[in-house]
């Protein structure tokens, strides 16, 4: 599944030459990639979600949806963001947040991905709103972005008992 969701990937963003867009994505681009590493690295030992697959290992999973299945999916939704009419903008988020949203069900339904401790598509549809929105916002008011998530992140933290400190000294030891 996550092989084929990076081939459909790959030919949508080729089929939309979205490389064009590449320096204007760039920062949004990077904010994803660097909030799904703070995921990853404060929910070292206690994953709200997880990927599964039969051909990849969990490293090899994360690793492609990280660097390559998100900033895909981030050149592709910014490559065609209406520019001016506010009600455009909406539709536009909305569609993309349900289309993200159905993408994940496929995924749950065929065990591709695994939902951990409370979990479930609603918080996974919050996170696609805040993504996207995020990701447009970062375009125009960057420290405003950055404010609003790193509350975001905390709020999700604490509402789901994420043992930061400990997993900060557990990933420290790893590495030493």
Same mark, same amino acid.
């Given at each position: 599944m996550h092989l084929l969701l990076t081939t459909c990937l790959l030919i949508l963003n080729a089929k939309n030459k979205t490389w064009r867009c590449l320096p204007k994505c760039y920062p949004s681009i990077l904010y994803v990639l660097f909030?799904? +590493?703070?995921?990853?690295?404060?929910?070292?030992?206690?994953?709200l979600w997880e990927f599964k697959s039969p051909v990849l290992?969990?490293?090899a999973a994360r &690793?492609?949806?990280?660097?390559? &299945?998100?900033?895909? /999916? &981030?050149?592709?939704?910014?490559?065609?963001?209406?520019r001016y009419d506010l009600s455009k903008k909406i539709q536009y988020i909305i569609r993309w947040i349900c289309l993200s949203t159905i993408t994940e069900w496929i995924f749950l339904k065929n065990?591709? /991905?695994k939902f951990n401790?409370? +979990?479930h598509l609603g918080w996974s549809m919050l996170i696609y709103f805040k993504m996207y929105v995020n990701c447009f916002l970062l375009t125009i008011k960057p420290l405003l972005t950055m404010i609003l998530s790193i509350l975001s992140t905390l709020y999700l933290t604490i509402t789901f008992k994420i043992p930061v400190k400990k997993n900060i000294k557990n990933q420290l030891k790893k590495w030493m």
């Open positions: 909030f799904n +590493w703070l995921y990853y690295f404060f929910s070292y030992k206690k994953t290992s969990l490293n &690793i492609l949806h990280t660097f390559v &299945i998100n900033p895909l /999916i &981030i050149l592709l939704y910014l490559s065609k963001f209406p065990k591709a /991905i401790n409370g +979990w």
